[in-house]
């Protein structure tokens, strides 16, 4: 039970609330913001491998070789590269907007171009342009893939922004190293817990978010499937 | 030296002189601290782990996908184990087991075991019905029909599985340097500590050079390894698989 009380004691104080209030939002800012951007850059780079097809091959072998650079090794090698200072936040939103975009690629692509090419026929026969065929009629389809890869990619953002403690910009990763430093249990055991809250609740809304965009898939739901979807 | 850190850090070319400073200065490849130690003690991080994860998550994997028990369990605790922030593990896993590498072991394993999971019940879920039931109709018993159809239809599943842990192996090893372990993440973080900038670059540049290694060697061994029918029915499905799409 004395874990218990060191537990209780450790939450007890308003100074480590505060400080842990503080934490958890610099790790939502850190994990969020490269997600949303990540999203976003890769419909922008997918939109371009469709619409110019070399690319598609380019885009491919580049998410590939940035998604298997080490965490670590990015987070410290991405100051020099964009020329911040090593202990700015925006090294770490950086890294992970990286690799929320790597991760998303694929799936993108695949989902695009699993489009039907008869719904692609009947949209351009309807007078929508590319540009807006793209973002009204593929991507809307494209959804219930990209939402699969989004959820891959918030757990593994908001799993891996504590490992930028070791650079000093960690948000709940700063209770590991201080826990660690003072060997002391209570402080990382909260960290865990609440980055393991973080993502349940993220990917909740993720698929909140999805039942959202994707409407028609509850009406043909209902309709037993009568129609094929 | 670089007093980089904390103030703005220098550019692009400045950088990759003071990374060939380093790697040009033989006493970074000397003894207990030169880069072959570091780089066969991350190997050798990574290979234990990667063997322990793949005895415990393979067998797992294939009776799961096999039976259909348990299928909702383990996709859940794998997606949970997934979320678990490296650094917190290998931490709390230092203070429980006080000053030991198995620590750091346990915790690179347990971050392994997901992706090997993931894979080789993904292979098997991805065997056609119909395969399996002309399997049974042909005669072949339970394990027969696992080893003989099953295993090798789903063998490039299995391995990209086991290719994804190795990338999570690489960089979490690097990061439980943290907690005292050897390896290439010394040079990332003792480097970090002394603001030594060529150090930290030098470490960064290995790690992921050791990770694309890896990552290489096992997409031609996916490659190699596929049975020469799993490949063809891949292609012939290709053009089909967009269709069914629709």
């Known amino acids: 039970m004395s874990f218990l009380d060191e537990l209780g004691s450790f939450l007890g104080s308003a100074n480590n609330r505060s400080q842990i209030l503080g934490d958890l939002l610099e790790h939502c800012y850190l994990a969020l913001v490269p997600l949303v951007a990540g999203v976003v850059i890769a419909i922008a780079l997918c939109w371009l491998g469709r619409t110019w097809r070399p690319m598609r091959g380019v885009l491919l072998a580049v998410a590939n070789v940035v998604y298997t650079i080490p965490s670590l090794a990015l987070f410290v090698v991405i100051p020099s590269v964009i020329g911040t200072k090593i202990l700015d936040s925006i090294n770490v939103v950086v890294a992970l907007t990286l690799y929320t975009s790597a991760l998303l690629i694929r799936p993108t692509l695949d989902a695009l171009e699993a489009v039907p090419q008869q719904v692609i026929a009947s949209a351009t026969a309807m007078g929508y342009r590319p540009a807006r065929r793209f973002f009204a009629v593929e991507l809307p389809l494209a959804v219930p893939v990209l939402t699969a890869g989004v959820r891959v990619a918030s757990v593994s953002n908001i799993s891996l922004v504590s490992v930028g403690a070791l650079i000093g910009v960690g948000g709940l990763g700063v209770l590991f190293t201080d826990g660690f430093q003072r060997e002391y249990f209570s402080p990382i055991v909260v960290g865990i817990v609440l980055t393991l809250v973080l993502a349940l609740v993220v990917d909740l809304l993720l698929v909140l978010l999805r039942r959202i965009l994707t409407p028609w898939e509850r009406a043909s739901a209902s309709a037993r499937r009568a129609v094929p979807a | 030296m670089g007093a980089g850190i904390g103030f703005r850090s220098k550019g692009g070319a400045r950088m990759i002189s003071e990374i060939g400073d380093w790697f040009s200065d033989p006493a970074n490849w000397r003894g207990a601290g030169g880069v072959p130690v570091r780089l066969i003690e991350h190997c050798a991080y990574v290979g234990i782990a990667l063997v322990l994860a793949a005895i415990i998550a393979i067998p797992l994997g294939l009776f799961v996908g096999h039976t259909g028990r348990g299928a909702t369990l383990l996709v859940g605790s794998g997606n949970a184990i997934r979320a678990l922030p490296t650094l917190g593990l290998v931490t709390f896993l230092f203070l429980l087991i006080p000053k030991s590498t198995a620590a750091a072991i346990i915790g690179l394993v347990v971050l392994a075991i997901p992706p090997i999971l993931a894979g080789t019940y993904a292979g098997l879920q991805a065997v056609d019905n119909d395969v399996v039931d002309a399997a049974e109709g042909m005669g072949m018993r339970g394990m027969q029909r696992l080893w003989q159809v099953e295993v090798p239809i789903s063998l490039p599943l299995l391995l990209g599985g086991i290719r994804n842990a190795v990338l999570q192996l690489v960089a979490t090893a ?73």
Not at chain 2, 211 to 224: E, G, K
Not at chain 2, 229 to 238: D, M
């Open chain 2, 174 to 246: 690097a990061v439980a340097a943290y907690v005292g372990l050897g390896g290439l993440g010394r040079f990332l973080l003792d480097g970090l500590a002394i603001l030594d900038y060529g150090e930290v670059a030098a470490g960064a540049v290995l790690t992921t050079a050791l990770a694309i290694v890896l990552d290489v060697v096992l997409a031609l061994a996916q490659r190699l390894l596929t049975p020469r029918g799993v490949r063809i029915a891949v292609k012939a499905r290709r053009p089909a698989a967009k269709e069914v799409a629709a």
